[in-house]
């Protein structure tokens, strides 16, 4: 049964992920408005919150993600869930998977 609330898409987006003091690169694997998948060496457990900036090509800023929750780790890959994101960063998200989306159709056709 599927649990999800947000549509998730497959991407290849570079973030920086920041736990503590320590700021790591990361690559997100799939994405949607209320979480993502990440592959990174930041070693995790659930339930840690870490900030997640991830680095769109072609916008001049950042999505900063200043709340997110992990909510499973397996190896090197985890997911997380996004908590409290400001409208703005909501709406730049929500650009983002609808270009993803959009991307991904016209490779159908």
Do not use: C, Y
């Not at 690559?27 to 998948?37: I, K, M, N, Q, V």
């Not at 769109?56 to 709340?67: F, H, K, M, T």
């Amino acid at each position: 049964m599927e649990r999800r609330r947000h549509r998730r898409v497959p991407t290849q987006v570079t973030g920086l992920l920041r736990a503590n003091s320590h700021e790591v690169e990361g690559e997100t694997r799939d994405l949607s408005l209320g979480g993502a998948r990440i592959e990174s060496s930041l070693v995790v457990e659930p339930g840690r919150r870490i900030a997640v900036k991830l680095i769109i090509p072609g916008d001049d800023l950042p999505i900063l993600i200043e709340q997110a929750q992990v909510q499973w780790a397996v190896d090197h890959t985890f997911g997380v869930r996004f908590i409290d994101l400001p409208q703005q960063e909501l709406d730049e998200l929500e650009q983002v998977i609808d270009e993803s989306i959009a991307l991904d159709k016209g490779t159908e056709s």
